[in-house]
C-alpha cells in the first residue's frame, strides 16, 4: 500500500430496518467516531443522514494516510462490534473491509483569493 498524505475514507450504510435515526443512535451509544478519533493519523470523521429516503447514511473521515485508516479498519474493536451493528446496519464495504478511500487533491478554505 502506498503510503499518501491525507486520505479520506468514505462508507455508506445501509439501514436495517430502515430507520438512518438508528444508525446515528448507534454511532452516538457505541461512541464510533469518538473510538476512531483516538487512533494515531486521524484528522476529524462526519456522519450524515440523507436529505431524501432511499439514500445510505454516509460515514467520511480525514486520515494523515491509508496506514493511518488500516489502522482503524483493523481496530479489534471493529471485528467485536460488527455482529452488534449487523442489526442497525449492513456496511457497504470494499473487499478486504473497510469504505473507499480517497487521496485529497484539492482543498479550499471559506475566503480563499482568487487569482487574477
Known amino acids: ?10 462508507l455508506f450504510l445501509k439501514p436495517t430496518g430502515g430507520d438512518h435515526g438508528a444508525i446515528k443512535k448507534f454511532f452516538e451509544d457505541e461512541q464510533v467516531l469518538e473510538r476512531a ?55 457497504m464495504e470494499l473487499t478486504g473491509g473497510g469504505g473507499s478511500l480517497y487521496e485529497v487533491v484539492l482543498s479550499v478554505e471559506p475566503g480563499a483569493e482568487i487569482r487574477d
Open 1 to 10: 500500500m502506498t503510503d499518501r498524505q491525507v486520505v479520506e475514507s468514505v
Open 37 to 91: 478519533s483516538r487512533k494515531p493519523g486521524f484528522l476529524g470523521s462526519k456522519l450524515y443522514s440523507p436529505v431524501n429516503d432511499g439514500e445510505y447514511t454516509m460515514v467520511r473521515a480525514l486520515w494523515a494516510s491509508e496506514d493511518a485508516y488500516r489502522g482503524w479498519v483493523d481496530d479489534p474493536w471493529r471485528a467485536e462490534n460488527a455482529e452488534r451493528h449487523a442489526g442497525v446496519f449492513e456496511a
